[in-house]
């Protein structure tokens, strides 16, 4: 999924190797991600997303082309090697995007204690909005670790940010009903756009918090 610079209004992120403050709940700290962490973060992608296409269709986007009939490659969902190469190339694209350290790119390893459990990659907007580009969480993880990152967690992160979205795959019902269950509400299509999401493939999701700036 393309995505385009946007403007940023700063807020202070430390760069710190880590924080343990801020997830007392679980001992969530977190440190930035770095060039090291490229191929951990691919796997991880890669594997998960496997996991949730694995019997499904899924669509590939080629956003070089210049024509609706050959921008939408159909992969079956018996096509496994062709739909792993595709999520290889699309977190590899994913992951340059966040290690670019743009100002509105925020890339960040999820640390219990001190061992790697996950990743967050979202963007900044000056209206308030924080978009989360992908949340990847790396073995068993609990799910009120889960519900706690993907909320609280976040929160406390970017306080001055309180408009939350999610953008999901239609094929992805279990996502799109654990958003859902986060308290994420669908909607309008064009909201993908203006994010630089393709409606044609992805749903808009929206949870709004009370501003605490």
């Known amino acids: 999924m393309k995505r385009s610079k946007h403007i940023f209004v700063g807020v202070a992120f430390c760069f710190m190797f880590a924080i343990p403050v801020l997830g007392k709940k679980f001992n969530i700290n977190f440190r930035p991600l770095t060039e090291q962490d490229r191929e951990w973060a691919i796997n991880i992608g890669v594997q998960r997303y496997m996991n949730i296409y694995q019997d499904k ?71 308030g909005v924080l978009v989360i580009d992908e949340a990847l969480f790396d073995g068993p993880i609990s799910e009120d670790v889960k519900k706690y990152v993907l909320t609280d967690y976040l929160r406390l992160l970017e306080p001055a940010f309180s408009i939350h979205k999610f953008f999901v795959r239609s094929v992805n019902k279990e996502e799109l009903s654990y958003f859902s269950r986060l308290g994420f509400e669908p909607q309008e299509p064009e909201v993908a756009r203006r994010y630089n999401y393709d409606p044609v493939l992805y749903l808009s999701l929206s949870k709004t918090y009370a501003n605490s700036k």
């Open 57 to 127: 269709m899924y669509f590939i986007n080629a956003r070089n082309s210049s024509s609706l009939e050959s921008r939408y490659q159909l992969l079956a969902p018996d096509q496994f090697t062709e739909k792993k190469r595709a999520l290889i190339a699309e977190s590899h694209y994913i992951v340059d995007q966040f290690l670019q350290n743009e100002d509105d790119f925020r890339a960040i390893v999820l640390l219990c204690g001190k061992k790697p459990i996950g990743g967050l990659f979202y963007r900044l907007f000056e209206d």
